[in-house]
């Protein structure tokens, strides 16, 4: 059983960085989609990018080179950074952690991942 918790959503000023971590627990290679999603109120949830166990990385149109995902592994558990910079008040969303074994479509489609973390807010102000 794998179970996702993320962490590191906090307040910070526009312009500003932050740094999300995934703790994926129960992790093993045949989970091969590892993603960062978020979602506002009244939104529906977004693909921010995925990081795939063959070292791809696939982000989502708006992040225009802000963010970087990457993977960290110690034992069984797996780490998924989320590495935001140049943070824009439109980035305020709650960010969720989201993985996967196989997905046949767009990997940015919250409708291919099965498993989910709690989420972790950030907010971005000016």
């Known amino acids: 059983q794998v179970r996702l918790v993320e962490t590191g959503g906090a307040e910070v000023q526009a312009g500003g960085s932050l740094k999300l971590a995934c703790v994926v627990s129960?992790?093993?290679?045949?989970?091969?989609?590892l993603a960062w999603f978020r979602q506002g109120p009244g939104k529906e949830r977004e693909g921010v990018a995925v990081?795939?166990?063959?070292?791809?990385?696939?982000?989502g149109s708006f992040v225009k080179g802000r963010f970087i995902i990457s993977q960290e592994i110690d034992n069984a558990e797996m780490t998924v950074n989320l590495q935001m910079n140049n943070l824009a008040t439109e980035d305020t969303d709650i960010y969720y952690c989201?993985?996967?074994?196989?997905?046949?479509?767009?990997?940015?489609?919250?409708?291919?991942?099965?498993?989910w973390g709690q989420g972790t807010r950030v907010t971005v102000s000016t």
């Open positions: 989201a993985t996967n074994k196989r997905i046949e479509g767009w990997v940015l489609d919250q409708r291919h991942y099965t498993t």
């Open positions: 129960g992790y093993n290679f045949n989970w091969r989609y």
């Open positions: 990081s795939w166990n063959n070292g791809a990385k696939t982000y």
